[in-house]
């Protein structure tokens, strides 16, 4: 299947900031719930332990991303004392009040807007991108992996959609997944009960922005053609993987690049 750029609601500037945030929190739980990135855990450790650091910069991370209940896990399978910060072009403002109630100093949301192809090079560690990645058209994907070369910073790159019939095919049941899980996220708001039940415009934007995301996945060939585009010397050493099929949930493909020693 040909990888097709169509549009996102979600991405755009001018969609308004109280949709985007739905959306986000209910994919948010939505992740949390089913642990759709534990087949992750093992090669994030890996790689983390193998880079020395001790700081996680997640990119995109909309109302927090996987990251946040993963942490724990992390500390305990590397031996390390990991510290987070999320961080997103359009932060999730509910998200960062939230992280910043429950109080873990290892874990901060980064309120300025933050975009991944020019990180402040005061973000200094492991930058990971999760369900996020296929946002980026070839150019821009190439931009986001040369300004982690440039950084010399290791980057580890997630997505669970992939393009296929029965991704898009899933992706096409997202309204009704809102429907039954809207009411048991926290807080509940009037603005989430309203433009998810009343008018549903949140579950139909879900749902066109989910197929969508399939359509833009790259496969592991073409996630290693932008890497050697991204990383012309290679100073880097790349791998790209898919996870073994699951019964339950999506196949996750992933791309790390680790600078060479």
């Not at 290693?224 to 290679?234: I, N, T």
């Amino acid at each position: 299947m040909r990888r097709v750029h169509a549009f996102e609601f979600n991405e755009s500037p001018w969609f308004p900031a109280v949709l985007r945030d739905i959306i986000t929190d209910s994919l948010q739980f939505g992740a949390e719930r089913m642990g759709i990135y534990r087949p992750a855990l093992s090669v994030l450790a890996s790689f983390i332990e193998e880079s020395g650091e001790d700081r996680i910069v997640d990119l995109c991370s909309g109302a927090g991303g996987p990251l946040v209940s993963m942490l724990g896990e992390l500390r305990v399978r590397t031996g390390r004392p990991l510290s987070l910060v999320l961080t997103d072009r359009f932060a999730n403002h509910g998200a960062v009040e939230r992280i910043e109630r429950e109080g873990d100093r290892r874990v901060a949301y980064h309120r300025a807007s933050v975009d991944a192809s020019n990180v402040s090079r005061e973000l200094v560690g492991v930058r990971t991108m999760f369900t996020s990645f296929h946002h980026f058209a070839p150019s821009e994907a190439v931009a986001v992996l040369s300004d982690a070369v440039k950084a010399r910073a290791p980057i580890a790159i997630f997505e669970m959609t992939e393009r296929s019939p029965t991704a898009i095919a899933a992706s096409l049941g997202v309204p009704l997944a809102m429907w039954v899980t809207t009411a048991a996220i926290r807080p509940v708001t009037w603005s989430r009960l309203l433009f998810t039940y009343a008018l549903p415009v949140a579950p139909i934007v879900n749902a066109w922005d989910g197929v969508v995301s399939c359509l833009r996945t790259y496969t592991t060939r073409e996630l290693l053609s932008l890497a050697r585009e991204a990383d012309p010397h290679a100073t880097f050493a790349w791998r790209a993987e898919r996870a073994a099929p699951s019964a339950i949930g999506p196949t996750i493909t992933w791309l790390t690049g680790m600078p060479r020693r």
